[in-house]
């Protein structure tokens, strides 16, 4: 694999464990609607959570889809750096 090829694609895969990080931050505060990052946060986190959600059991108020993206998009850094040391 093209070594920017993989440092692009890394730098992706982090800037979405940001976004999902920064999303699960947000639930916990009231924001309001009309709010730019917060909408933008969630279109861009959105198709990553809600098919985790509709696959983990339900537990209450806590809510593991995020921590569960962040480990799958970490384990996919982990495969790219691999493919790309080779």
Do not use: H, K
């Not at 730019?36 to 098919?51: C, I």
Request: charged share 15%; glycine share 2%.
């Amino acid at each position: 694999m093209n070594d920017s090829v993989a440092q692009l694609f890394t730098l992706f895969l982090w800037l979405l464990i940001v976004a999902v990080f920064l999303r699960s931050l947000l639930s916990w505060f009231p924001v309001s609607q009309d709010n730019e990052v917060a909408r933008l946060l969630y279109r861009v986190t959105e198709p990553l959570l809600d098919p985790v959600r509709r696959v983990l059991p339900r537990t209450g108020m806590i809510d593991f889809s995020g921590m569960v993206v962040i480990i799958l998009l970490y384990v996919m850094i982990a495969v790219v750096e691999r493919a790309a040391a080779q």
